[in-house]
């Protein structure tokens, strides 16, 4: 069952840093364009983060631009978020999502995963 | 960037059908034609129902449908069923891996 986990959220200080992973089974990511959503109760669903398939293209949110990267080891089939000088309205459930098509525009996630919540707070 | 505009809440009974709208609010779901629907319940992954306005994955009910009339989107839920219950997400495709997505409609099965 092709399968996304992410992981790594936890608690940190404004100004902190925090790295989520997202594991994929039964899939290449080499093959998919991935992207990192976010959601909050007061804001809902926030696209944070897109990677081409190949890990060319890369596109950030602009709440998020400067201080969140995306990244992926293709060795480990692992997309990973790393987030810098984190504020307090970066608090949210943090999901990865795969595209539905293979070497595809990146256009429909179609499976994604269960969540990493990340909290910002002294 | 267009906003998408759901209704909050909807809500139908068993066996009854439900359509909850997405209204891009600017620019025509951002010229692409890429717009998807999630399923979302409690402790579960999002899950894909509708893409590209009217396509069904492979596995989904016949029960959901997509639709599209100009700057509105739309799913059609028919034969209500109790596990129907959850929140939906539109959500639609801006260009390098961009994403926007409505507010998300909460759909109560009567």
Avoid at chain 1, 9 to 34: K, N, T
Avoid at chain 1, 106 to 120: E, L, R, S
Avoid at chain 2, 27 to 50: E, R, T
Wanted: aromatic share 12%; net charge neutral; with cysteine.
């Amino acid at each position: 069952e092709v399968q996304l986990v992410e992981s790594g959220g936890g608690v940190v200080q404004p100004g902190g840093s925090l790295r989520l992973s997202c594991a994929a089974s039964e899939f290449a990511i080499s093959d998919y364009a991935m992207a990192w959503v976010r959601q909050t109760p007061g804001k809902g669903l926030e696209w944070v983060s897109g990677i081409s398939y190949n890990g060319v293209g890369t596109n950030y949110a602009d709440s998020v631009k400067g201080r969140f990267t995306i990244s992926r080891d293709i060795s480990k089939n692992t997309l990973y978020l790393e987030m810098n000088n984190l504020r307090a309205e970066d608090t949210a459930i943090y999901y990865c999502a795969k595209d539905l098509g293979r070497r595809g525009r990146g256009a429909t996630m179609d499976v994604w995963g269960k969540g990493a919540t990340v909290t910002v707070s002294s | 960037q267009s906003a998408l505009t759901q209704p909050r809440s909807v809500s139908g009974s068993l066996g009854q059908s439900v359509t909850i709208s997405c209204t891009a609010t600017s620019s025509d779901f951002g010229g692409y034609n890429f717009v998807s629907w999630y399923q979302h319940s409690p402790g579960k992954a999002h899950k894909l129902i509708a893409y590209e306005f009217n396509k069904r994955p492979s596995g989904v009910s016949d029960r959901f449908s997509g639709s599209r009339s100009g700057s509105t989107a739309s799913l059609t839920i028919s034969g209500l069923q109790a596990e129907d219950e959850a929140d939906y997400f539109c959500c639609s495709y801006a260009g390098n891996y961009d994403f926007f997505f409505g507010g998300g409609t909460k759909l109560t099965v009567l």
